[in-house]
């Protein structure tokens, strides 16, 4: 089936360093990816959807150009968090549809869990 | 602003019981309904997708569609011990990003 890995899985690291999450689509290309955030206790929020060859499309309230995001082929896309500050500590999760348009779930990676001191 | 609303629980049952989660969503335009778990510290699993109005079974899980009244539900019988997680409701347009709910806790005691 089809399969979205993620890496890193965990970071930790000091506060004004860049953090470069992966996400690939291991079986399928995808042309669209979607990153998500998740604070201890709370449900996923969408932080922006990753268009491959174009501009990524941020949610209200999500500064791009504290998250860069990259989507260079149909099978990755990248997550930068520059400057990372410890409210920026958080559980980040990629996702991608197999098939473009129709019904079909989507398919989670296994998260970044990110720490900053 | 597109919402999805869910009981945050935590719901608790005894084992073999049935677990019923619930969910309301805004967007009538939703055309993709899923149930996902999640435990602690881990990516959201796929447990249910349903699209149309109805009952839709796997194994010991039910998902009920309600377009009309905006709504969703998930039936667990025979509930476990390792069912004990959160719940997540999301919908979605055809393609589109999820919307989630805030998840319900469910726990079921042995």
């Known amino acids: 089936g089809a399969v979205v890995s993620q890496h890193p899985s965990w970071v930790i690291c000091k506060s004004g360093t860049s953090v470069k999450i992966e996400c690939r689509s291991l079986d399928f290309q995808a042309t669209t990816m979607f990153w998500y955030r998740q604070f201890p206790k709370q449900s996923l929020m969408l932080m922006a959807t990753s268009n491959e060859g174009s501009k990524a499309t941020y949610e209200q309230g999500v500064e791009k150009d504290k998250f860069l995001i990259n989507h260079a082929s149909l099978t990755l896309s990248t997550l930068t968090v520059t400057s990372a500050h410890p409210e920026d500590s958080s559980f980040y999760i990629c996702?991608?549809?197999?098939?473009?348009?129709?019904?079909?779930?989507?398919?989670f990676g296994d998260g970044t869990r990110l720490s900053i001191l | 602003q597109k919402e999805v609303e869910q009981n945050s629980g935590p719901l608790s049952v005894p084992e073999g019981a049935i677990a019923s989660l619930n969910c309301t969503y805004s967007d009538r335009g939703s055309q993709s309904f899923f149930w996902y778990r999640q435990y602690s510290g881990k990516s959201p699993e796929l447990i249910m997708s349903i699209y149309s109005n109805g009952d839709k079974e796997d194994g010991r899980f039910t998902a009920q569609l309600n377009k009309a009244s905006q709504y969703v539900s998930l039936l667990i019988r025979d509930s476990q011990p390792s069912d004990s997680a959160t719940y997540l409701c999301a919908v979605s347009q055809a393609g589109t990003a999820l919307i989630f709910g805030k998840g319900t806790t469910l726990s079921v005691s042995s």
């Open positions: 996702s991608a549809y197999q098939g473009a348009g129709s019904n079909q779930p989507q398919h």
